[in-house]
């Protein structure tokens, strides 16, 4: 397959992009400036492209011959800066659903290519019709456990606004809700997927490494089983 990873340089795009190339795929890397990345590349079946995931027209132009396109979109990089991705999408949470528009609208001159949206977890149910993101004590409670400022509540419904764009579009669109907690580690490929509530381990955790993610988003992009819904991965 050729595969688009959008956000190529991030924590889990940069793993996806490897991921895809292990299992034999194409990928075209996108970044905002990919000089530098094209510069540093060694690996063969990767070409790097400059994009704004802002962008509708400059990303229709770089649409055709892709079979997927994985977006990991976020302001700044948060794998390199972590606090001034926090900042960024404090100062302007509507740019996920912003993001999610310029998608679709690239989309309408290429319908049969296949989205992925890797979103956040904070719009995944707790409970049948609980979402944390609707709850200034829920999502406080749980920004203050993993030590984000509370003011970072607007992204996360940031994040839930963009999907509620997604499930607005007939288009072939897959939204991707991490764990409640992803970090750097092992890839295991053991895990268990979920679709509207989060998974949970024997201990009620929601957590995925950024790897087992990357492996959970190239089993959704060579065997699709999750079009036009949302689904999410835990141990």
Do not use: C
Not at 99 to 122: C, D, F, N, Q, Y
Not at 175 to 180: L, R, T, W
Not at 184 to 195: K, S, V, W
Not at 196 to 219: K, N, T
């Amino acid at each position: 397959m050729h595969i688009g990873v959008i956000g190529a340089t991030g924590t889990i795009g940069s793993r996806v992009v490897t991921e895809a190339l292990d299992r034999g795929h194409h990928v075209t890397a996108f970044s905002r400036d990919a000089t530098g990345p094209r510069r540093a590349e060694r690996r063969d079946r990767i070409t790097w492209e400059s994009v704004d995931a802002l962008d509708a027209a400059g990303i229709a132009r770089v649409l055709p011959g892709l079979d997927v396109l994985i977006s990991g979109f976020q302001p700044g990089n948060a794998a390199k800066d972590i606090e001034d991705t926090v900042r960024r999408s404090i100062a302007d949470p509507t740019l996920y659903a912003t993001a999610a528009r310029a998608l679709l609208k690239a989309l309408e001159s290429h319908p049969r290519t296949r989205l992925i949206v890797i979103g956040g977890a904070g719009s995944l149910e707790l409970e049948p019709g609980v979402v944390r993101a609707d709850s200034d004590e829920l999502l406080h409670a749980a920004l203050d456990g993993i030590g984000l400022p509370r003011a970072y509540a607007a992204a996360v419904r940031g994040h839930r606004d963009a999907l509620n764009v997604l499930r607005t579009s007939n288009r072939l669109w897959t939204y991707f809700s991490p764990a409640e907690e992803i970090a750097p580690g092992e890839r295991t490929g053991r895990f268990r997927t979920g679709g509207d509530q989060p998974v949970l381990d024997a201990e009620g955790r929601s957590r995925i490494s950024a790897e087992d993610a990357a492996v959970a988003l190239l089993d959704e992009a060579e065997l699709p089983r999750f079009v036009q819904r949302r689904f999410t991965v835990g141990y």
